[in-house]
């Protein structure tokens, strides 16, 4: 049986211990938190990530605890924009609240084979296997070792020195999750407005709603987070479109509001070592505006999964891995530079929707 040490309790690193383990690999998730928790309001999860959780038996959960979203596009004065040659199943995922979605994949993996309160300052890679140093000064030996601790990894910073994450200069997020109460919020409203500013809100589970903003070129923040946040929402309403919107950040407490400097990690010249691999944001974390980083970290782990029950040679098995995860998002990379930069509603819609289409159809099969 294969020992695996994973690091990070998010996300992708729980889907990537249970999803080990249905292979017969002996797990342990070091997360140096205190808890497990969830960084962020939502998730998106489209078909492809949705099919590695039918794997591990957890589809139907996930699907019970998210909205189907169908988005539609919007100019800043509230008409409607889909690009023409691209069907629903091209603008459809699913949205589910983080808190959640984390606790049932804690609770997949097992409680016990998660560690929380663990910080790992660095690891020590032999000719068999690694050993992980904590800052207790315990260590783990493992035969493998996955970096899954986000744009910041501490993995990365090892296995690529130099690749620390830099700010995407100027981008800026805001976010929220706040009750529905009588609003009818249904189908996810995405506007495409002015200076670079883009936002929506969309039911994000039964009771609750999720409001967001971004802006690229932001300039100076000034006020409080509701207050920048409610600038750039203006960005986003012309002639009484998108009162709603503006309605649900005005009511949302200060606290309550996720703001972020978008900070992505720089192409890197490798991934995986004979013992040590990188996986989700910690390999290839980008801006959020595409909206499938989760999704695309999933399909990272089917990949690697797949490819470790079918080489039994671990060297072999994640140069595999690499290669086709490192050459997917070179295409990822030009598909997020083209909706960046797309310039109004239309050109937006339909670089989306061109990358959503290639990203489903394109997804990689992990029997």
Do not use: C
């Not at 949302?252 to 991934?271: A, F, K, Y």
């Amino acid at each position: 049986m294969n020992s695996t040490v994973i690091v990070g309790g998010g996300l992708v690193g729980l889907t990537t211990a249970a999803s080990l383990k249905l292979i017969g690999h002996e797990v342990v998730v070091l997360e140096q938190a205190p808890r497990i928790r969830a960084v962020g309001a939502g998730i998106g999860l489209w078909a492809n990530a949705l099919r590695e959780f039918d794997r591990l038996g957890i589809g139907p959960a996930i699907r019970d605890m998210g909205i189907q979203q169908n988005t539609w596009f919007f100019n800043s004065a509230g008409e409607p924009v889909r690009a023409p040659g691209y069907t629903d199943r091209d603008h459809q995922f699913l949205l589910v609240p983080r808190p959640e979605l984390n606790s049932l994949l804690a609770d997949t993996v097992g409680r016990d084979r998660i560690r929380v309160d663990a910080h790992v300052t660095g690891y020590t890679e032999t000719g068999s296997d690694v050993v992980v140093h904590l800052a207790n000064g315990e260590t783990l030996r493992t035969d493998l070792l996955i970096g899954s601790d986000g744009v910041h990894s501490s993995v990365r910073k090892q296995l690529v020195p130099g690749s620390d994450a830099v700010a995407h200069s100027g981008h800026y997020a805001w976010r929220a999750i706040v009750p529905t109460g009588d609003r009818s919020t249904e189908a996810t409203v995405l506007t495409v407005g002015h200076r670079r500013t883009r936002g929506g809100y969309a039911r994000i589970a039964r009771d609750r709603t999720m409001w967001m903003v971004n802006q690229f070129d932001a300039g100076p923040l000034t006020g409080s987070k509701r207050e920048r946040a409610l600038e750039r929402a203006q960005n986003l309403a012309e002639a009484g479109w998108n009162d709603e919107l503006l309605s649900l950040i005005a009511g949302t407490p200060e606290e309550s509001i996720l703001e972020n400097q978008v900070t992505l990690v720089p192409e890197l010249p490798h991934w995986t070592s004979a013992h040590v691999a990188l996986i989700g944001d910690a390999a290839h974390g980008l801006s959020p505006h595409i909206a499938s980083g989760g999704t695309l970290g999933i399909e990272d782990v089917g990949v690697l999964r797949s490819t470790l029950a079918a080489e039994a040679d671990l060297e072999k098995a994640l140069t595999t891995y690499e290669h086709a995860r490192s050459s997917r998002f070179e295409a990822v990379r030009e598909h997020s530079a083209a909706v960046e930069h797309a310039g109004d509603a239309v050109e937006f819609a339909q670089r989306y929707a061109a990358f959503s289409h290639w990203m489903l159809t394109t997804a990689p099969a992990t029997p």
